[in-house]
């Protein structure tokens, strides 16, 4: 692993294992003739056993981040390890298997595959990973019905609800016990009471000694479930602590 830099080494001291190091993370999106530098050399360490939340105004570079973090998005410049590998030394196939067997992603768009049902749906990762269909489905049935909506199982993405379908994608980025979950406004379709049943449900499945969750989010409802708020403005990290600033 690389030295922590100086403002990583400034946080707290912590035993806990590092879920992902970020070093130097330039992104730059081409825009006509012009070029445009979205995130300026984040430097950050994502710790296991905690639930890390990303913050910050519409464009200052949050989901860019996760993006690049989870091996969506490959970085202009600078290096990720997730879990100790430097997922972008992978080859394409490798990483897109190293995404299917360590992480979970929650996006705002749900990508739901509209011909299967929500049970199908949530055991899509364990249908990849080889699982038997009829078992996948039923491992799948009961992080539906944690997430109170185990009555839907059977039905079809367009006869669900906006909160109910984000539901399911939440149960399929959860279903095979990911290493780490990551996730884009995991609670802006749901009410006050199902967003703290999902934050209670990330909590459980998703934060562990050797497992991490980092999450986008507006949402100051669940600002108080925090262990860690990293705050971003204009592609720089501003903040890195336990409580969120006042001013959000």
């Known amino acids: 692993m690389h030295d922590p830099s100086p403002k990583a080494a400034t946080m707290p001291a912590t035993t806990a294992a590092t879920a992902i190091s970020a070093r130097g993370i330039i992104r730059d999106f081409e825009a006509g003739q012009s070029t445009i530098r979205v995130l300026h050399g984040i430097d950050t360490d994502i710790r296991a056993g905690e639930m890390t939340y990303v913050v910050g105004e519409s464009g200052s570079g949050k989901t860019t981040l996760i993006s690049i973090m989870c091996g969506i998005l490959w970085p202009t410049e600078g290096q990720v390890e997730v879990f100790g590998t430097d997922i972008y030394k992978l080859s394409d196939n490798d990483l ?9 992603f ?38 539906l019905e944690k997430l109170n909506i185990g009555d839907q199982a059977e039905k079809l993405p367009r ?28 609670t802006a379709a749901l009410d006050a009471n199902s967003g703290r049943r999902v934050m209670d449900l990330l909590r459980e499945v998703a934060v562990a000694p050797d497992r991490a969750c980092i999450i986008v989010t507006h949402d100051n409802r669940i600002f108080d479930l925090a262990d860690r708020i990293i705050v971003l403005e204009d592609g720089r990290i501003t903040r890195d602590g336990r409580e969120m600033p006042s001013d959000h």
């Open 106 to 143: 929650i996006f705002q768009q749900y990508n739901l595959i509209p011909s299967i049902d929500a049970a199908a749906n949530a055991a899509v990762p364990l249908i990849a990973q080889g699982m038997a269909v009829d078992e996948a489905r039923e491992r799948a049935k009961l992080l």
């Open 159 to 186: 006869q669900l609800s906006g909160g109910q379908q984000q539901r399911v994608a939440i149960a399929r980025a959860l279903v095979h016990e990911p290493r780490l979950v990551v996730c884009d406004e995991p």
């Open 96 to 104: 897109v298997n190293f995404r299917l067997n360590n992480i979970g």
